[in-house]
């Protein structure tokens, strides 16, 4: 079966990538630029929070190894999806919480895995449910990432490996 894609925001991309490329039976991640209103943007535009890019990992992988289920459940084990354009310290729209779709199938199985997440009562603080505030969107252009924030994380820690 030919590789599948999908795409996902969840903070900073670095991070992210790690998470997925750690994933049996992803073949590739591309970090990169998503959802926003202008083409081809570069790393400093998108943080200036004014392009409406978030910043976004496109994923390939092997449907017969693993399914797009089980990526919606390393996006939602990731982060944190109630917090509205924020992750940790990286605070501005381009850090917000969002799932790209490719297909029909991918939407309803991305709201699925939202409602369940919601009805699980795992962001329940005492009486107060805190709210899922993911974005689910039809992918548009993703524009990879400039060279050296691909692999970030992975590279930065060959350079550290003779610590």
């Not at 992750?87 to 199938?105: L, W």
């Not at 939407?107 to 699980?120: C, F, H, P, T, V």
Request: charged share 25%; glycine share 10%; aromatic share 12%.
């Amino acid at each position: 079966m030919a590789p599948a894609k999908a795409m996902f925001g969840a903070g900073c991309f670095w991070g992210v990538e790690e998470a997925f490329r750690a994933v049996p039976g992803v073949i590739n991640t591309t970090v990169g630029y998503a959802g926003g209103m202008i083409e081809n943007p570069g790393y400093e535009e998108v943080c200036s929070g004014e392009t409406g890019h978030a910043e976004t990992v496109l994923v390939e992988y092997d449907p017969d190894r693993i399914s797009y289920e089980d990526l919606l459940a390393k996006f939602w084990e990731i982060h944190d999806p109630t917090t509205r354009d924020r992750q940790g310290p990286d605070i501005g729209s381009q850090y917000r919480s969002i799932i790209f779709y490719f297909t029909p199938e991918q939407e309803q199985a991305a709201q699925k895995s939202m409602q369940e997440l919601e009805e699980s009562g795992k962001y329940r603080v005492g009486n107060y449910r805190r709210p899922v505030v993911t974005e689910i969107l039809a992918a548009g252009p993703f524009y990879p990432a400039e060279e050296y924030h691909q692999r970030y994380l992975e590279k930065r820690q060959s350079r550290l490996s003779w610590r």
